[in-house]
């Protein structure tokens, strides 16, 4: 994994370690729809100013996709892209050599 992925890979990682952004992601993964900022308060036990701000940041990493109808955004996971970067992180736990090398580090 070259030293851009290993960043990419960290960010991604960052995004979802915070507790609220990952019980957001999981609340997107029970969704058929895309959702406001207001819908998902609940799962959080924040305001939605503070949802938003979760929504932003996880949006800058793929994480999440936006609609924007007038001043309302509705979100959705990007189950694709999130599953994509979970499996090439495992593939590398599972399959690479790690005694060996700096692994982009």
């Given at each position: 994994?070259d ?45 939605s100013?503070?949802?938003?701000r ?52």
């Amino acid at each position: 994994m070259d030293v851009k992925q290993t960043q990419k890979t960290a960010d991604f990682l960052k995004a979802l370690g915070e507790f609220n952004r990952l019980s957001l992601v999981y609340e997107l993964c029970r969704c058929e729809s895309s959702q406001n900022a207001m819908c998902l308060c609940d799962c959080c036990s924040v305001d939605s100013s503070v949802v938003s701000r979760h929504l932003k940041v996880l949006a800058e990493r793929d994480i999440v996709a936006f609609d924007k109808v007038g001043r309302e955004r509705t979100y959705r996971l990007n189950r694709n892209e999130v599953a994509t970067q979970l499996r090439e992180l495992a593939d590398v736990i599972e399959n690479s050599n790690c005694n060996g090398g700096n692994h982009g580090v």
